[in-house]
């Protein structure tokens, strides 16, 4: 995934900042397919010229606020291969916070890959070779570490929209949040045991 330099100016970066956070809404609302440039470019007061020179096309659009997003949860979610618990539990309160993350990856999985590994997180490698080198010192279980990390957040996802059964939202009584976050963080307790 090829994604352009964003401009350095402070206009420029203003600009691009508005094209981002409104395509955000766009994408995950709508798709690649259903979204429209010239809805993106009223959002974020600006033209298609800029949207097109800033990204050079939709895809390109699309490819950038994926990436934006996916860097922006990235340092919002600290990842702990010791702490694979409270990292779950991380991701459940982003997940509650941001619902359109989860909907932008499930359109990237619909119109994009339908099967195997999205390439498009940045920053799978350092988590995949900290729970290998965890698991080679005994603290995690045994087995393919991909696996595991994929296990953890499809328990951590499973009561977002992505979750397909049930999903949660912010404005639910608090007491319900702190029982799925305690029963996620139990569960992942026990399945991480070495």
Same mark, same amino acid.
């Given at each position: 995934?090829?994604?352009?330099?964003?401009?350095?100016?402070?206009?420029?970066?203003?600009?691009?900042?508005?094209?981002?956070?409104?395509?955000?809404? +766009?994408?995950?609302?709508?798709? #690649? %397919?259903?979204?429209?440039?010239?809805?993106?470019? =009223?959002? !974020? $007061?600006?033209?298609?010229?800029?949207?097109?020179?800033?990204?050079?096309?939709?895809?390109?659009?699309?490819?950038?606020?994926?990436?934006?997003?996916?860097?922006?949860?990235?340092?919002?979610?600290?990842?702990?291969?010791?702490?694979?618990?409270?990292?779950?539990?991380?991701?459940?309160?982003?997940?509650?916070?941001?619902?359109?993350?989860?909907?932008?990856?499930?359109?990237?999985?619909?119109?994009?890959? +339908?099967?195997?590994?999205?390439? #498009? %997180?940045?920053?799978?490698?350092?988590?995949?070779? =900290?729970? !290998? $080198?965890?698991?080679?010192?005994?603290?995690?279980?045994?087995?393919?570490?991909?696996?595991?990390?994929?296990?953890?957040?499809?328990?951590?996802?499973?009561?977002?929209?992505?979750?397909?059964?049930?999903?949660?939202?912010?404005?639910?009584?608090?007491?319900?949040?702190?029982?799925?976050?305690?029963?996620?963080?139990?569960?992942?307790?026990?399945?991480?045991?070495?």
């Amino acid at each position: 995934m090829d994604v352009p330099e964003l401009p350095t100016s402070p206009k420029g970066a203003a600009t691009s900042r508005r094209i981002l956070d409104a395509a955000l809404q +766009e994408f995950a609302e709508r798709g #690649i %397919a259903g979204a429209r440039v010239d809805r993106i470019t =009223a959002a !974020a $007061r600006t033209n298609k010229a800029q949207v097109y020179g800033y990204f050079g096309n939709k895809d390109g659009l699309f490819d950038a606020v994926l990436t934006d997003v996916l860097e922006r949860t990235a340092t919002a979610v600290h990842f702990d291969a010791d702490d694979l618990p409270g990292w779950a539990v991380a991701v459940y309160d982003e997940n509650l916070n941001s619902p359109h993350v989860v909907r932008l990856l499930t359109w990237a999985r619909l119109e994009r890959r +339908e099967s195997g590994r999205l390439e #498009i %997180a940045p920053d799978v490698e350092p988590k995949l070779a =900290a729970i !290998a $080198r965890a698991q080679n010192e005994g603290r995690l279980r045994a087995g393919e570490p991909a696996d595991l990390l994929l296990l953890v957040l499809g328990a951590a996802s499973a009561w977002s929209p992505a979750g397909g059964s049930y999903a949660a939202s912010a404005d639910e009584p608090a007491t319900e949040h702190t029982r799925r976050r305690a029963a996620l963080h139990d569960f992942i307790q026990q399945a991480i045991a070495p």
